[in-house]
């Protein structure tokens, strides 16, 4: 059975371009704001990564991040953004992620990313 | 008991009113907070303390008298550690309970032993002016208490102000409640008297401009008036003080005159003569005193100062222009870079996929959908840059917003909107206006306001004249969610936006559009009442 990996982005288009690289590979769960990430977390026990968009517009990424350590610690979350800010990065590495993807991003580093968070 | 005015209180008097009106004016601003509350709580120790000139106006007994100040000491012994905790408080230093405690004990103690006992004051000394209690055995303890925590709080502020890394507009703040202390700490002087029979109370002066000074840094949170502040507040003390000294001498020549010369104690005459001069005096002095004081301690002219202010306010108008563009920066990085980690995802398979029927399919239309936003966002931001220049013909306002509402009168059926129009202003009223770029101004509001009303709601659409008939204004007014206090501000940067669609660059296009039409754009909301929007317009 493929891994669980949970795509969060409120942009259709975004998701679908993730589910384009990672979808051959993975199970994925599609959701479009914090609230549904949570909400599917919280049904999907086994789901084992978590990619994030910062900017979304009800619950910021960061905030969402900090939601999901503390109720789902054993998460690994990867924050994916429009931003190279290194305050950002370094703010959301405090927050507990594990991963920091600028867009537009390479498949690559979108797989890689996922596979070195799985092993 | 016999009324008698002793010219003496009248300024004590008038700073205990003061003190009473800073303190309620300060807790009526925001009671819940802390910071108000203690300021509160100073006013009543200050209102005690310059109570202790009413009695000087009637002929109580001693007894009385010292009642009285002993009343007054209860409070006053309080004031070091309420000063020092409102400091801290102020800060944010968290608290040392230990110390607190014992601070506060001995406040407390300084403060029963007034009352009961002799020995924080005893019996009363006679000035020449009024009678003043005498400092008993541990009085020095009272002073050294206050001396010591004064002490404290401006090293604090000195800290505080050494602190670079703190911004700008802090460290003003910290600059006003330092010379705050600082004036404070003269207030002290009043102690004096406790140790002579000769001394004159003037502690009510400097204590004045204590409150006076922190009653606006907690009202206002202004960057440049520090200065006017500071200097006002040395003008009218120096005033003050200079009067009093006039006003001492004056009263005692009069007083022995009007007794040697025509025999008895006239006191209606006497301060109706001392009025006379003061009002006389008091405008020369007073210029005189603040070109002083602005040579001495500002060393500027007042066309100076006021040419700084203006570059300072420059300055700050540049510094938010600079945040305007940082947030168009970061604006733009996420509304582009997103289509472009979609065409990129897409370009990247489409060597491999190119058979893929069902992948062609899907991402074709979603590549053109994402050029397009990029091209939207280009031309957005150019009309924002550079809007056109306005081509102003003489237009008929109500014409226009007419045909600016029948646009959306599909969106209006759809969400429940009603519209209602308030033309008060009759006949044809034609502006010199740019039709295309008004009618995507009002496009613009009427769209946030459908925006914000998705569950029903009505549209008002108002249009009228002030008296002088310069301007038309066109009100805009829905019964929307609202727009919280914090966001209010931030309404007309570009790329500001709280909502799941939408560039943020509409309203900031408005407000360039209605600034190139020579014209004003004032926005206010209440959260679940509605927003209104209203559109100033010059008639010619």
């Keep these: ?119 | 008991m016999h009324f008698h005015l002793n010219p003496h209180t009248i300024l004590p008097l008038l700073c205990m009113t003061l003190a009473i009106v800073c303190g309620i004016f300060v807790i009526l601003q925001n009671p819940r907070a802390k910071l108000n509350r203690l300021f509160f709580a100073i006013c009543i120790t200050f209102t005690a303390w310059f109570s202790f000139y009413i009695p000087f106006n009637f002929n109580y007994t001693d007894q009385i008298l010292l009642t009285w100040f002993r009343a007054s000491y209860c409070f006053i012994s309080f004031i070091p550690i309420t000063c020092f905790t409102f400091i801290t408080t102020y800060r944010q230093i968290p608290r040392n309970e230990f110390w607190f405690k014992i601070n506060s004990l001995l406040g407390l103690t300084l403060s029963l032993l007034s009352l009961t006992t002799d020995l924080i004051i005893k019996n009363l000394s006679y000035f020449p002016f009024y009678p003043y209690p005498h400092a008993g055995t541990l009085h020095p303890l009272l002073v050294l208490h206050c001396i010591y925590l004064a002490f404290f709080s401006i090293i604090i502020m000195i800290k505080a102000l050494k602190d670079l890394s703190l911004p700008e507009k802090q460290r003003n703040h910290i600059k006003y409640m330092l010379s705050a202390i600082i004036c404070l700490t003269f207030g002290a002087i009043d102690f004096i008297g406790n140790y002579t029979s000769t001394f004159y109370e003037i502690g009510y002066i400097p204590a004045s401009g204590y409150l006076i000074i922190t009653t606006i840094a907690i009202i206002k949170h202004q960057l440049m008036d520090i200065q006017v502040i500071i200097r006002k507040g040395l003008i009218y003390s120096t005033l003050i003080t200079f009067i009093t000294l006039i006003f001492l001498v004056l009263v005692i020549t009069i007083e022995k005159f009007s007794q040697n010369f025509i025999g008895y104690h006239q006191d209606l005459l006497n301060s109706a003569i001392l009025s006379l001069i003061i009002a006389l005096i008091f405008i020369p002095l007073k210029n005189r005193i603040q070109l002083c004081i602005d040579k001495i301690f500002l060393k500027a002219s007042p066309i100076e100062i006021a040419q700084q202010n203006e570059l300072l306010r420059q300055e700050v108008i540049q510094t938010e222009k600079f945040k305007a563009v940082a947030t168009l920066a970061s604006g733009m990085a996420h509304e582009i870079k997103n289509p472009l980690t979609v065409i990129k995802t897409f370009s990247e398979y489409l060597p491999q996929k190119l058979d893929d029927k069902a992948f062609l399919k899907k991402f074709a239309p979603m590549i053109s959908q994402e050029v397009n936003r990029i091209d939207n966002l280009v031309h957005e931001l150019l009309d924002f840059a550079k809007p056109a220049v306005p081509i102003l013909k003489p237009t008929n306002i109500h014409n226009l917003i007419n045909s600016t509402l029948e646009l959306l009168s599909n969106e209006c059926i759809k969400y429940n909107i009603k519209i209602h129009r308030d033309y008060r202003l009759s006949g044809d009223v034609l502006l010199p206006l740019d039709y295309n770029q008004i009618k995507q101004s009002l496009l613009n509001i009427f769209l946030n306001a459908i925006e914000a009303m998705k569950t029903g709601g009505q549209l008002n659409v108002s249009t009228y004249a002030r008296v002088d008939k310069k301007d038309v204004h066109i009100k805009i007014q829905d019964t929307g969610t609202g727009i919280s206090p914090e966001d209010l501000p931030h309404v007309f940067d570009p790329f500001f936006t709280k909502k799941d669609s939408g560039t943020g660059l509409g309203l900031s296009i408005t407000h360039e559009i209605i600034s190139n039409h020579k014209g004003k754009i004032f926005v206010e909301s209440a959260l679940r009442k509605g927003t209104t929007f209203i559109l100033e317009l010059p008639s010619a």
């Design chain 1, 1 to 119: 059975m493929s891994n669980k990996i949970l795509i969060c982005d409120d942009e259709e288009n975004i998701r679908e371009s993730i589910k384009l690289i990672l979808g051959d590979f993975y199970d994925l769960f599609l959701v479009n704001s914090g609230e549904q990430a949570l909400y599917t977390l919280e049904n999907n026990k086994d789901i084992k990564v978590a990619l994030l968009d910062i900017k979304m517009p009800k619950v910021n990424g960061l905030d969402v991040l900090t939601q999901i350590k503390s109720k789902f610690p054993q998460v690994k979350i990867i924050m994916v953004t429009g931003y190279r800010c290194v305050e950002t990065a370094a703010e959301a590495a405090r927050l507990g992620a594990s991963g920091y993807i600028v867009k537009p991003f390479k498949s690559e580093e979108i797989l890689e990313t996922v596979k070195k968070n799985l092993s």
